[in-house]
């Protein structure tokens, strides 16, 4: 199957630093990237969508300038999150689809744990 | 509003009955409904999928429902394993570039 990896897979800061995730595709191209917050106990929310080559659309309440999100090539996308706050940790998650016809499916990586202290 | 909703409490089974976990949804018109397994800090792997035209789907010891007049689903693990120990999340996909909402999820414990 799809893989999907992140790294890196758990990452503690000071506040006010930036922290930059990455989402690779491994053996598939992904034209479409995801990427997900999930706090303890609650359900996967949507921060945005990336496209190749083309800017992000975030969700409603997502700020764009902390969420920088960069999806450079077929295989890469990035997270970063500005001047991180302990409100910032979370187990953040991204996703990756191909526009291949009949595949509706969505591969997950395995999450990058951020702790802001 | 639209909401997504699932078992919220935990579910414990005896190992070897069927788990039946339910997925409710309102002001939502999915184009499919998935079904995911996520283990503690890890991401969801996909298990199913059901389009808005199917009934039924099954995959080995899973079984996937999908009533869009009730708007419900309904995930069933047969013959349950303690390995089948996880939350499951159900996602509506609204057809919209691959946009997936997800329910809060249900932890399902199976004991030996």
């Known amino acids: 199957g799809a893989v999907v990896s992140q790294h890196p897979s758990r990452v503690i800061c000071k506040s006010g630093t930036s922290v930059k995730i990455e989402c690779r595709s491994l053996?598939?191209?992904?034209?479409?990237m995801f990427w997900y917050r999930q706090f303890p106990k609650q359900s996967l929310m949507l921060m945005a969508t990336s496209n190749e080559g083309s800017k992000a659309t975030y969700e409603q309440g997502v700020e764009k300038d902390k969420f920088l999100i960069n999806h450079a090539s077929l295989t890469l996308s990035t997270l970063t999150v500005t001047s991180a706050h302990p409100e910032d940790s979370s187990f953040y998650i991204c996703s990756a689809r191909t526009d291949r016809v009949g595949t509706d499916t969505q591969y997950f990586g395995p999450g990058t744990r951020l702790t802001v202290l | 509003s639209q909401k997504i909703e699932q078992n919220s409490e935990a579910l414990n089974i005896q190992e070897g009955k069927t788990a039946t976990l339910t997925c409710n949804y309102t002001?939502?018109?999915?184009?499919?409904l998935q079904w995911y397994r996520q283990d503690p800090g890890r991401g969801p792997v996909f298990l199913l999928l059901i389009r808005e035209n199917e009934k039924e789907k099954r995959k080995e010891r899973l079984k996937v429902t999908f009533d869009t007049t009730l708007k419900q689903s309904l995930f069933h693990i047969t013959a349950s394993q303690p390995a089948d120990s996880a939350t499951y999340l159900c996602?509506?996909?609204?057809?919209?570039?691959?946009?997936?909402?997800f329910g809060q999820g249900t932890e399902l414990s199976v004991k030996p």
């Open positions: 996602a509506l996909d609204l057809n919209q570039g691959g946009k997936l909402i």
């Open positions: 002001n939502y018109s999915p184009a499919y």
């Open positions: 053996d598939f191209q992904a034209t479409t």
